[in-house]
């Protein structure tokens, strides 16, 4: 399984690994490249499937091959006079920069050095590339240890007074030869081989050890490369090229396109009598490569040509790089161009106006969860700050603030108008009021999907979690990075795209749509039938969600109006009440302002649907904690206080403390027992519906229940709406068009969905608390105990809060989908919550047929154009 | 819808109810049954369907029936001279007994009085009749207050000296029917009808609304009598006979054979010259009926043949009704005899000896939830005590002990060899030591799923819960009831099959199973394909299972080993510890005692499988609470003691604390991210077994995981257990023969349970678990919370951690054995805990195929009879 670069498939980078498929590709296209061939990944599969040995055949290809290199060439492997240098490259079929090995200038040897000296006329060049190869080669291929030759040079060089290596003397460089070799024999207690084809095989070995070296394997394993997509790497073996042989020869790197705008210039740089390491060392610095119009103009205008065949040939940005030796010009690699996201849908837009591209293929290029980068303020590109600490990506944005360590902090000053930073070592339900004060959150535990994640991600409000480098002291009001301690009330600014955290007021931007960037959502429009929701609690939210394009609200969460910092003392007030009269009066405080809020969000989805969904947490989250209230109990009796008060509260809150509240007395299970909250609720919603279809709007509640397990539970609400709502409309004389739903978020509830489509127009999918069923895994604690050991150990492939189980929880799914449909042909069904955003789930929400997803305002639209991709694909295959 | 007893078909007990079926039955197999008719449930159900109006045409055939008693009695109704009286008598499918209404003698007035009484010659007992009948009417054809009537006959008797009813003279009676008269028209406002035929309807009518009433419809509820097991009440209208026409008249009730022993004698009671209500109004003490062959030998002799043609014909005991009326002898009801467990037990032996019964009918006839009551100790029969409180049976069997109101103490006091009853208001997994040592269990709060239930029937130890009559006051060491108090170490008795607690040490006996059992369940285990098996965790509880006739033990829980009062401490200390050292030494001091756990299992249950669940709940279960913590950090902090270590382990306990712990780090998340657990577990067992193998028994360990959701989760233990055990095998020179397999109890390893197949023997359904996480209900908080109410309001028509819920749970079983089967044709499936003992759930489990159910000790001998049952009652189908 060898191909010589004529032969070899460009199309298969899966077999050639992705270097080795585009020298094939620009081999076969009759672009320039040096002769050379591939092994395939299939003989490394092949090296460790053996238990670690080379197959049996696999040098007798090679040898061919180097023969037909050398009938190419006119050079001979080995030759004292004319010797043939190759370089052995690894190259898998996915790009894994640095992770695996190289060697350039395989084939010198005692002999063949002093030929090729003679021959180039250029002793010191030949010497250089001899010590490179024995460093290289003792450590890579014989495993001796790199530092141990980084001393010895620097030793020699400071003795010989040059400063940088290529200061160096020929004289120098013999003696750093000889120690070189020296060294390799005390470190491997082997002699360097002088053998071209011994050194090629070991060479060839060491490229195939290197796939399952710590860093490729780790890089994988971060990068989430599976088997799938990357399975082995190739070697390919071609002839040297040089750079540096003089003014007309030269080096670089270059993009068809500017990676960085999208523009449509030719993008790179080069550097004249130079090697690509040299790029990389930093030392000399490389010019643009416009420059090289004037300097090496025959070059250059043979560049542009390569630059346009290459884009027409791959329909795609690519990242090409090319040695000129003695004024030839050769090409080393080619690969598509890494862009960022205003680039990406730029060159889309850009090169289906070229008529490169058809408009799906310029559909499918851009990633969805590239655009989230574009969504959110950004720092100020200008400006170059350090961070102090770095924590979890978690909602993206960025902000500033001072800080402060408590919600009711927060809420204080952010009444006043002040920007504050809440920063905590988790977040827990209650603190709810400082998320609405704060500009961002920063949390010292806690993932990705945790509490203040998931929050923050919600409102659209920056965040980092999991930032383990701050230790915060809530007695002194500080927090401190190592040495470092800043106090409550200094600024910091907290970066959620990227995990920074800063000290000070760092500047921030506005992010600037492309306008490019409608034109795609557009197209994905024109493609997707999925719909798109976005999950909004307040009118600010609901507005923002119409400019991204949602199509309604999929989940308006009444808890979070319950928690604002005016209403939760009657909330509480409520809950603690002695009789039903102290109740109903809490209640009836609360229904005005319900209303009102229904008010403006039917307000500012004129013409869209608005899902409201009934109280569903627990009662207990709406009060003091137990722990804090001991505490506080045990302070005042230090006071000598009376605390007979806080006793009986704390009497009550152990009263309404449950061992699991995930799965106790919250959602309909509260609605049934305590059906005067949701009286009141339905209530505010037909009433504030019936208000404004009087004024003209045009109001689509639905109304939605959850935590469902059974229809009797619905059915007993439904009684409840429908007395109600008859009332409303009878009173009003006003007739309003609602419907009636519930939450999909309890396995029984899928698993008895035919039962309860005769109760409803439709299902909105909860898939957070599906998935915690479905595994029994309870999210806060999973992601604090074992959910990283278990991502880590590969037990878990995925984090399956932040992507759908298909396998499990998406089965679930599936039951339920076929069989309410059965019973309800036009049963309405979607998904609200954290997976409605996630551009894997979406895709997977459109094959299963949903008819939207909702999400957070800010995904809005990664779902749109990640829905209307899946549908281009599925017609693909 | 109306029948003749001639004509009515006396098997369709849901037509015509019990009592019609049994008068129409009677009839046509020639006994003695005053001429009648009945009108079917369904008229009842129509006249609901109509909103309480009697269907048309019904009283065209009542008259038409009324004619054919006339020609077959020669009276008339309404008649002057010669007039035919009749009783109305509700009666359901299922008997209901007092919950409907009667009315007897229908058809007086101010006329037909007059005659009859010329014609019996017996103006006393006539107006006797009468008086009777006015009132029971008023009532309940007219919905008159009875309590007036019972006042005002109470007023004219003592003004008339008389001291009974029966001393009232003609006189007064006629008095008493002029007053009553008036009466009824004073409080309902209409004259009481004189139309016999007014007189009918009214009365059937009110038979009709009598099946609404708060009466019956609570009953229902209580005794979950559904619409499918009785819908809507038959009517029978029925010839008045009289027992209490002289010496030659007899009224009385008698069994076909003894109901409280089973033995086939004459079995009643009878008065002569009486009315059925005589005998319960218990003025007069009725006869055994053996002296009616003294009093009335040829009436006696006749009952006889009745007793043996009933018993022939419905191949049941009868419970049977009777009267004679002037030496004639008349029957009134029939109906199977209602027996406990012995009597039953008894009466199937016998009647399948004396060739009554085939084997699969007298296998059918016993309830196994029947035989729980003669599994356990009991109050000693002979004692008449009377209990000061009453909570749920939570679990069965009776015992005395010191009072103590903590597990520590119930455990130091019972390692000195005293009895104590543990008493709590409600009990944790940390008080396990306590149920361990004590005799047995009172709460006051929790249902009969909660904690210390289920843990009590686990060990098949006498539990009361929720007597919510008791206040404890654990600061005084005592509880309360009302205004007795009873201190710490005073003696109680608890009997957990009544629910009754008493004070003082009340005598209990020793249960005798019947002879007749064993060979009952011989019956039982020929028919029966389904296993059964014990969940045992300790040596004693694996004998006792042994001798109910476990065929293994289907769940050995090792954390109830891991609780004991010796090993606790280490346990704790291992939790705690600083080091990997220092935790790999705990566990090498835990390692010799599980093993010897394992070893006494072992041998006890020699040639039989043993299934052994590693580690399942999560480790902060076996340290102290938070809260206890806290308070006790509070008190040495008053008297200025050093807090510095327990703050320690206050912070440890709180990182350990999760917020959802049922759904947290346990089972095998926790046997993943510390394998050292699960390793010295595994160690433990394949050592014990091979031990014993080399003594020469024969042991058949199966190592369960528990909390599995995903294949990827066995695999990682899978891989250790077989590097161990190979270990073993390869130190000790001995094979090893185990089995690997996994809990079912997480919802996603039943929706991927193909894939988990691949790497286990065996399945065995957690249906505690998977009811949680199919539901999203937490046991303990709904059980506190709102499963009452839902079961109330019967948003639940039963309890789930009851009853297998076979719609929502037991889909996913199906899902999971068709799934897990297809992969694995040997897959062995069994189910553990609660469920596995309820017959109901049992039966379910045989017809989803499974291999054995394992269940709490007592309760083999249930599963093994329902399991027997359910494969007849599969083959009559």
Known sequence: MTFDFEKGDGKNKKLLGGKGAGLCEMTRIGLPVPPGFVISTEVCLEYYKEGEKVPKGLMDEVRDHIRTIEKKTGKKFGDTQNPLLVSVRSGAA?????????????????????????????????????????QLFSKIAMQADAEKFDKKIEMLRDRSGAKFDTDLTTETLKKIVKEYKGLCKDETGKELPKDPYMQLGMAIEAVFRSWMGRRAVDYRKFNKITSDMANGTAVNIQTMVFGNRGADSATGVAFTRDPGTGENIFYGEYLTNAQGEDVVAGIRTPKPIVEMREELPKSYEELCKVREILEKHYKEIQDFEFTIEKGKLYL????????????????????????????????????????????????????????????????????????????????????????VI??????????????????????????????????????GKPCVSGCEQIKIDSHLRLFTIGEKSIKEAEIITIDGSTGSVYVGDIPTVEPELPKELEQILQWADEKRKLGVRANADTPEDARKARKFGAEGIGLCRTERMFNAVDRLPIVQKMILAESEDERAECLSKLLPIQKNDFVEIFKAMNGLPVTVRLLDPPLHEFLPSMEGLLREITDMKAKNLDTKQKEEIFRKVKGLAEVNPMMGHRGVRLGITNPEIYEMQIRAIIEAAADLIKQGYDVKPEIMIPQVSMASELNSVKQNLERISQEIMKNSGVHVKYSFGTMMEVVRSCLTASKIA?????????????????????????????????????????NPFETLDKEGVGRLMRIDIEDGRRKQTNLKVGICGEHGGDPESVRFCSTLGLNYVSCSVYRVVIARLAAGQEVVKAHDL
Chains 1, 2 share one sequence.
């Open 94 to 134: 996915l790009s894994m920069p640095g992770m695996m090995d190289t060697i350039l200038n395989l084939g010198l040897n005692d002999e063949t050095v002093v030929g090729l000296a003679k021959q180039t006329g250029d002793e010191r060049f030949i010497y250089d590339c001899y010590r490179r190869f024995i």
């Open 332 to 419: 080393l690699q080619t690969r598509n161009g890494k862009m960022n996201a205003i680039a990406t849908i730029k060159t889309s837009v850009d090169m289906f106006n070229e008529k490169l591209l058809r408009k799906d293929e310029a559909l499918l290029r851009i990633r969805p969860d590239q655009i989230e980068q574009l969504l959110h303020r950004a720092i100020d590109p200008r400006i170059t700050a350090k961070p102090v600490a770095t924590g979890l990506a978690a909602s993206p944005g960025a902000a500033s603030g001072q800080v402060v360590f408590d919600a009711d902090t927060a809420a204080e000053l952010g009444s006043k108008g002040e920007k």
């Open 422 to 459: 809440m920063v905590r070592e988790e977040t827990k339900p209650e603190d709810i009021h400082g998320f609405f004060a704060a500009q961002g959150v920063l949390t010292s535990r806690g993932g990705k999907t945790s509490h203040a994640a998931v929050v923050a991600r919600g409102m």
């Open 758 to 798: 005769e109760y409803v127009e439709f299902f909105s999918f909860g898939t957070n608390d599906l998935t915690q069923g479905t595994f029994s895994f309870s999210r806060e604690d999973a992601e604090n105990k074992f959910l990283p050991r278990y991502l880590d150990q590969g037990i878990l492939a995925f």
